[in-house]
């Protein structure tokens, strides 16, 4: 049985965990999911990534308690990108999807959290269990109470309390709830939009955010307007930046190249 599934099309990879029954991430695994972010990142052709999982009750459980128990050590080798391949992977400057489905908890919920847009299944939930086997949910502690208010991120931290997708996307974590049957499609139509825009400008931005994330607003766009980001400088020089322009006065749809 492959524990990862790849589906490619055009410029989009769809990474699938498939580890029954809970699609729990061990210390192979992660190596793996590393291996496979790393090289959609750095594959020129590669556009827009969606992760989700198979089955129809788990997306992930997060961290593989039974693989801890024998022997799989919390601080030991997840690979490049940290646990899941994913949450510290420098420089992933594509878009990533997440399509929840089922239960999504503690590292999974975490893993989630490391891609842009995070679509659910109606039948989704999300929790942070860490605080009852007293252990932190340290990625979640750190991105949580900045995607969603303070005291709700504090509420979940704290409590360990599960949240259905009604509620996740009341606060602003999920872009959009669908029907269970219809989440692997709507995550390929999301990202068939995707694949279609602007490479460059997708890179820039997601540097921007990144950088500006510990930075003073003004110090950001100082940076920004003087080509001090890698994506930006690029963006600025590039063919794609004219080709807007040109599109635009012509009235048709720009072709990017990427380039």
């Known amino acids: 049985m492959d524990e990862l599934i790849i589906v490619k099309e055009g410029g989009i990879w769809e990474i699938s965990l498939n580890r029954p029954k ?19 990142r750095d594959d020129p052709e590669a556009r827009v990534a969606i992760l989700r999982a198979e ?35 420098g420089n992933m400057n594509k878009p990533v999807i997440c399509a929840v489905n089922g239960i999504c908890c503690g590292g999974g919920f975490e893993l989630a959290l490391s891609c842009d847009l995070i679509l659910a299944a109606s039948s989704a939930s999300f929790a942070l269990p860490e605080i009852r086997s007293g252990t932190v949910a340290d990625a979640a502690s750190i991105k949580l109470p900045k995607r969603i208010p303070y005291h709700v991120a504090m509420d979940l931290l704290l409590t360990g309390r599960w949240v259905d997708a009604n509620e996740a996307h009341q606060w602003g974590l999920i872009k959009e709830i669908v029907p269970d049957e219809a989440l692997r499609d709507a995550a390929w139509d999301l990202a068939r939009t995707l694949e279609t825009g602007p490479p460059l400008v997708f890179a820039a931005i997601k540097e921007v955010v990144r950088e500006a994330e510990d930075m003073k607003a003004q110090d950001a766009l100082n940076k920004v307007s003087k080509r001090q980001m890698a994506t930006v400088d690029r963006l600025y020089a590039s063919e794609d930046q004219l080709e807007g322009a040109r599109a635009f006065a012509e009235k048709r749809d720009p072709v990017w190249k990427g380039r």
């Not at 992930?60 to 024998?70: P, V």
Request: overall charge negative; aromatic content about 12%.
């Open 22 to 40: 809970a699609n729990a991430i061990d210390l192979a695994t992660s190596r793996k999911m590393g291996e496979i972010f790393m090289a959609f």
């Open 55 to 89: 089955g129809d009750k788990f997306f992930c459980a997060g961290w593989d308690l039974k693989a801890a128990a024998d022997g799989d050590a919390v601080d030991g080798d997840y690979g490049v990108g940290g646990f899941g391949g994913l949450q510290e992977l």
